[in-house]
């Protein structure tokens, strides 16, 4: 969003909630979000949607490319 870096690679899954595991008893546990990042500037989070690339290119190849 600001421009300072060339992003390169694919998309990002999106996780931008911070879980936390809590156990039901020894054999469940959940994950419940109990946090939020979120972006100043756009006042958003990206959970779900990811981050795109500026350069799109397959993961295995994001350092190969110029």
Same mark, same amino acid.
């Given at each position: 969003?600001?421009?300072?870096?060339?992003?390169v690679g694919?998309?990002?899954? %999106?996780?931008?909630?911070?879980?936390?595991?809590?156990?039901?008893?020894?054999?469940?546990?959940?994950a419940i979000?109990?946090? +939020?990042?979120?972006?100043?500037?756009?006042?958003?989070?990206?959970?779900?949607? %990811?981050?795109?690339?500026?350069?799109?290119?397959?993961?295995?190849?994001?350092? +190969?490319? +110029?």
């Open positions: 969003m600001l421009k300072r870096a060339t992003v694919e998309t990002t899954a %999106g996780g931008a909630q911070v879980c936390v595991w809590h156990w039901i008893d020894e054999h469940f546990a959940i979000p109990e946090g +939020r990042s979120v972006n100043p500037h756009a006042k958003a989070d990206w959970e779900a949607s %990811g981050i795109e690339s500026d350069i799109k290119v397959p993961a295995p190849n994001a350092f +190969r490319q +110029r």
